[in-house]
């Protein structure tokens, strides 16, 4: 799981590297676009298809024409909290999906390699299964000699570290999803302090003044809150999985406390 964090956090620095770059060749592409459909006017079915096929890259043009003019500054931040917070929610989505088991099926071959083979084909069956339940299993059965007590005390003790395992670095999805908005109002409190600066510069209210810099201030805004709602959407997603694999984890835990508790007697 630290390689695939590793790989998409590589991957997101370059893309955000090479954002700006790709924003601009779009830009020049528009232009020269534009350019050349008004010299070959005469030419009705190449037109068409150009404006067809402006038509369809309009809205990524106009996302990143709109993140451009934002400035580089505090959308830049708001890029990168998007990037390092989708991330670590593909990072957790592929460990929870890798941790989900059929908990009945692990329960019923335990159970059966209990009854033929004993403790250790059963332990034996826990190690070939991955997920946190097999390792509860594994760790209930590992000191059932010294007692059911002792082995119930077991799957409780390592059932919270399994959970921790399950919930780590997922408080950084939600450090970025509070953040995000927050930079972006950030950016709009200090665009609308800078076109104040002009008017007061100007000694006059005029409206060309201020309105490039309230349209920079809104942007920020309004990328911030895109970036919260993207996040928000995964952080959702995750906690309704880990609350999942929590209650297969705890159903189990029961199952095979009285699976050894009938294997005692």
């Given at each position: 799981m630290k390689r695939v964090f590793s790989i998409l956090v590589i991957t997101a620095v370059i893309a955000l590297g090479n954002l700006t770059v790709q924003a601009n060749t779009a830009s020049l592409m528009s232009v020269n676009a534009t350019v050349l459909s008004?010299?070959?006017?005469?030419?009705?079915?190449?037109?068409?298809?150009?404006?067809?096929?402006?038509?369809?890259l309009s809205f990524t043009q106009e996302l990143k024409k709109r993140f451009i003019e934002g400035g580089p500054g505090f959308m830049g931040i708001v890029l990168l909290c998007l990037i390092l917070g989708l991330a670590i929610a593909i990072e957790r989505i592929i460990y929870l999906n890798l941790a989900s088991t059929n908990t009945a099926k692990l329960a019923?071959?335990?159970?059966?390699?209990?009854?033929?083979?004993?403790?250790?084909?059963?332990?034996?069956?826990?190690?070939?299964?991955?997920?946190?339940?097999?390792?509860?299993?594994?760790?209930?059965?590992?000191?059932?000699?010294?007692?059911?007590?002792?082995?119930?005390?077991?799957?409780?003790?390592?059932?919270?570290?399994?959970m921790g395992l399950l919930e780590k670095n997922v408080s950084w999805v939600s450090l970025f999803i509070a953040l995000a908005p927050m930079l972006g109002f950030m950016g709009t409190v200090i665009g609308m302090i800078q076109a104040f600066d002009k008017i007061e510069a100007a000694g006059d209210m005029q409206p060309s003044l201020v309105a490039g810099g309230i349209k920079v201030a809104l942007l920020t805004t309004v990328f911030g809150l895109i970036v919260a709602i993207i996040l928000q959407i995964f952080y959702n997603y995750i906690i309704a999985k880990i609350d999942s694999i929590v209650n297969d984890m705890e159903d189990a835990s029961i199952t095979l406390i009285d699976m050894l508790v009938r294997y005692k007697k």
């Open positions: 008004a010299a070959v006017q005469d030419e009705a079915p190449e037109a068409a298809a150009a404006d067809t096929d402006e038509e369809s019923q071959d335990v159970e059966d390699a209990l009854n033929s083979g004993g403790i250790e084909a059963a332990k034996d069956v826990c190690r070939n299964t991955r997920g946190p339940v097999a390792s509860i299993y594994y760790q209930g059965l590992d000191r059932v000699d010294e007692g059911v007590d002792a082995a119930e005390k077991a799957v409780v003790a390592y059932g919270g570290v399994q």
